[in-house]
């Protein structure tokens, strides 16, 4: 008897019933679900169509899996109807969320944009979601729960998508399913992400199980890079091992290079 | 009204969930399919388990598409379970088939190799279905109807089932569809997506049979969008003709907001 959490994965996207784009989403999810001791039971794939999209996630949930998570669809164009799809399945109704405009808000500000009805619809969640920041793009991801399971909708952008999952989610389900996260961040001051790219990927090869992530801070003429590691274990101690290691690998190899850059963070949010 | 033939896959096997194979069968299918005028309306992927496979089976054939294509578990060992599953699905006896025995004891004849129980497993089909030979690998393929759905299952292993599908299954389809597809890709570049997205809105409304699809390629500050139209008609020419003007209906109205954005793709891969 399997006693793992179990998951489906749901994919939207007509894209990908063309066959133009491969579902490396959906594989990429496979792999770090079943790592954190999560085990996937189906992958449904259909197209940007708000009927298909509601049965499709009804239909999962009579299934009665722990987590659902969905990828694609949450995008300003007309055809992205993902949450729209999940407000008809859990007869919820679709309305702006304050804390999700806030965070599309602020993205378009930064550009100096201001806020459109393409851009707004990027906010608008069914009644009760909680809008997940995304690290590296607009569209927020949403998390809401039905009964005994919990969905996630994410981005299809894949850098989004694995961004949001390895930030947020993946902290989330190691705590239900048992294992255990372990994280360290720092940062980097005077070098560019552009020269660190080489020296992640060394150590990324040398450590497969860790996630490492950079994220610019600063600008390219003062550069600022925060810099942030995970890995999980059921054994605590082995994880925070690992990602102690992967770190002190990856801080010597950045001083070998450019001498003392390497600070902690001022605060906790990398 | 989409009056194409509609299919669903419906992939088997357990190293597609948990992210050690990526669904390059059903990518592949469904760029085949969709160029021989099929709509491809869902891909389902589920594990090597009986109960699983047959219950998929019957859910896919309450959706009464023309065709289900199944891919994966045809061949020796105790976890390849498709036909099994199949069988159990639409209430049919497993039956060893004479001519996909023939089939199979000819393929290890040539290996100078007799039959076993294990070989002898891959001639095990539902009463009723026909082998289809398998030109490059061991375990014949299935065909077999159930009221309008015609169901084929393939091998997982990719050069066996693009092979069958190549030789067998295409040229039947294109019998049952008489469509045609035309394409049109390119490139846009300095226009963030949220921006394109009113314009191709419009668009769509003015040619609702042509599918508009952006594929941000870059970042919200320094956006690429790919953009990828196709459409079907019995009359090929026809189709081309209201692919290419949505397209230029689309570049102009582009053009009018931003000048020269719009460029050819580098590469055919949109």
């Not at 994965?9 to 954190?36: F, H, P, Q, R, Y």
């Not at 602020?106 to 009805?117: A, P």
């Not at 919990?150 to 390895?166: C, D, Q, S, T």
Request: proline content about 5%.
């Amino acid at each position: 008897m399997d006693t793992r959490l179990n998951c489906e994965l749901i994919s939207i996207g007509n894209e990908l019933l063309i066959g133009k784009v491969v579902n490396t989403n959906a594989s990429w999810l496979a792999d770090k679900l079943t790592k954190l001791g999560v085990a996937v039971k189906r992958i449904t794939v259909i197209g940007d169509d708000l009927d298909e999209i509601s049965s499709c996630i009804r239909e999962a949930l009579s299934r009665k899996p722990s987590l659902i998570i969905m990828t694609g669809g949450l995008g300003p164009t007309y055809d992205d109807k993902t949450l729209e799809g999940l407000a008809i399945a859990l007869g919820l109704k679709l309305t702006v969320h304050p804390e999700a405009l806030e965070m599309v808000k602020r993205k378009y500000e930064t550009m100096g944009e201001s806020l459109t009805d393409a851009r707004i619809k990027m906010a608008k969640m069914p009644e009760g979601a909680i809008p997940l920041h995304n690290p590296v793009g607009t569209a927020p991801a949403a998390k809401i729960s039905c009964e005994s399971t919990i969905i996630y909708a994410l981005p299809g952008v894949p850098r989004e998508m694995e961004a949001i999952f390895n930030e947020a989610i993946s902290k989330e389900i190691s705590l239900y399913s048992g294992f255990k996260i372990a994280e360290h961040s720092f940062r980097i001051v005077g070098v560019m992400e552009s020269a660190l790219a080489p020296i992640i990927s060394k150590v990324k090869e040398q450590y497969p199980e860790v996630y490492v992530k950079s994220h610019p801070k600063g600008t390219e003429e003062k550069p600022i890079i925060h810099v942030y590691l995970n890995a999980f274990h059921r054994d605590g101690n082995i994880a925070k091992r690992i990602v102690l290691e992967a770190a002190e690998k990856l801080i010597s190899l950045i001083e070998d290079s450019y001498g003392k850059v390497v600070y902690p963070l001022e605060n906790s949010n990398a």
